[in-house]
DNA sequence: TAAATACTGAACCATATGGTTCAGTATAAT
DNA sequence: ATTATACTGAACCATATGGTTCAGTATTTA
């Protein structure tokens, strides 16, 4: 098991897992902002935002710069590529086996209509 | 911190964010298995195993049938759809600030090129 | 009936998470 | 030169997470 990607899916996925950094990265699609401006539209402190911030900017979803007293956040350079790839993988994987299962129950069906096709001879 | 209003998008993150349940998941993928096979394979003990299951059984990832001792686990019925959904619509939200830059770059393509013309007049 | 198997729940442990307050530092505005 | 603003870091708190062991219960199997 390659380590850097697994703890790069686990930051990412980690950093979607709640709710108010997913509005971050909403809010960002929309504008730069600082991190005050973060803070008070989602009423919370200063540091707490600094926080989850940090845990958006570690997962590679943010960028930030500082200029004077400012911290301005972005969107990141990282586009959830390979998060959305996993994703739709699991969902083919599941596409598979469901298709197993409809074809093990077209087969039953095709199986009766044979035996309904003998019972009526 | 009483987690009472823990959406779906949480708890599906979440359950995306460690590796071991990532890997139950494509294992599902490939063929249903029992708690005990699952621990095996992941080197863990049978309760530990159980608490992912647990978890990605809350997300709706996972489902699981017990028929005397044996306790099967399958691929769920949500397939990840709102969660493909939303990384796609963030992707687009940043493509449209990327493209947004681009055209501020461009302007400034066109406006040197002018001014490249006026300066050879 | 006895022994092995498969799971389950409670209790515990260490660390992570999401938040706070408080005490700074650096920068901007007056 | 003061004062206000914007952030930062340390310390703290409560709960969550990822794992364990241990002591069961229920179900097969011999």
Redesign the pocket.
Known sequence: MVQYNQTRFDASF?AL??A?RRGVLVQLGLADA???DL?QKFH?????M???VS?LEQAGLVTTE???????CKLGQRRLEEEAAWIENYRQLWSARFDALDSVIEELTQKEKADGRRKRK
Do not use: E, P, Q, Y
Request: proline share 0%; glycine share 8%; no cysteine.
């Open positions: 980690a897992s709640d108010t600082s991190i005050t803070a919370m402190t200063l540091t707490g600094k926080k989850h845990v500082k200029v004077g007293r400012v911290r301005t």
